[in-house]
Nanobody, 125 residues
Framework: QVQLVESGGGLVQAGGSLRLSCAAS????????MGWFRQAPGKAREFVAA???????IYADSVKGRFTISRDNAKNTVLLQMNSLKPEDTAVYYC???????????????????WGQGTQVTVSS
């Protein structure tokens, strides 16, 4: 079965960096668009970043210029490098997979078929 396992979350001071990793199994990874979403306490889950099959990328305005998403098809892994972290980045971060049908990369939760269990990121001020 399909599994997405996130890692790399933790506690960091404002201005610091973290790198999240999502290891995928049970799917033809290179055929899937991959996304990161996050959910802060008391808020709805929101789009963060996504990478297409050809490694094209899109970002939420709130993270543009600070976060970088990338994929390694040889390792079935998608990464989210987060720099210049702010307290408002505190959330549970989820990895998601969308595919294998041909489509554009999406910011919508409903476009994604598989989800990881999430990893907590806490940014202290």
């Amino acid at each position: 079965q399909v599994q997405l396992v996130e890692s790399g979350g933790g506690l960091v001071q404002a201005g610091g960096s973290l790198r999240l990793s999502c290891a995928a199994s049970g799917l033809s990874f290179s055929n899937y668009r991959m996304g990161w979403f996050r959910q802060a306490p008391g808020k709805a889950r929101e789009f963060v970043a996504a990478v297409g099959r050809s490694s094209s990328t899109i970002y939420a305005d709130s993270v543009k210029g600070r976060f970088t998403i990338s994929r390694d098809n040889a390792k079935n892994t998608v990464l989210l490098q987060m720099n210049s972290l702010k307290p408002e980045d505190t959330a549970v971060y989820y990895c998601a997979a969308d595919g294998p049908r041909i489509s554009i990369i999406s910011t919508r939760e409903s476009a994604y078929d598989y989800w990881g269990q999430g990893t907590q990121v806490t940014v202290s001020s």
